[in-house]
């Protein structure tokens, strides 16, 4: 795992928080919540991308 990917994973998860703080303060409490999922969702795929490259290593090492 690359030390960038948990900086990545950090950044996004401070942008998010201060996104969704700013969007429930002002009263948008849906648009604060799809902002959440969204990136909840940019988080997943970075690790799903991975998690495949993961198992790409591990076919390799075994020789399937």
């Known amino acids: 795992m690359d030390v960038d990917l948990i900086f990545k994973i950090a950044a996004i998860g401070i942008l998010v928080a201060v996104l969704n703080q700013l969007l429930v303060r002002s009263g948008r409490e849906e648009q604060a919540m799809m902002t959440t999922l969204a990136g909840l969702v940019v988080v997943l795929m970075m690790?799903?991308?991975?998690?495949?490259?993961?198992?790409?290593?591990?076919?390799?090492?075994?020789?399937?």
């Open 47 to 64: 690790m799903v991308r991975e998690i495949s490259d993961l198992f790409t290593l591990i076919k390799q090492l075994f020789g399937f």
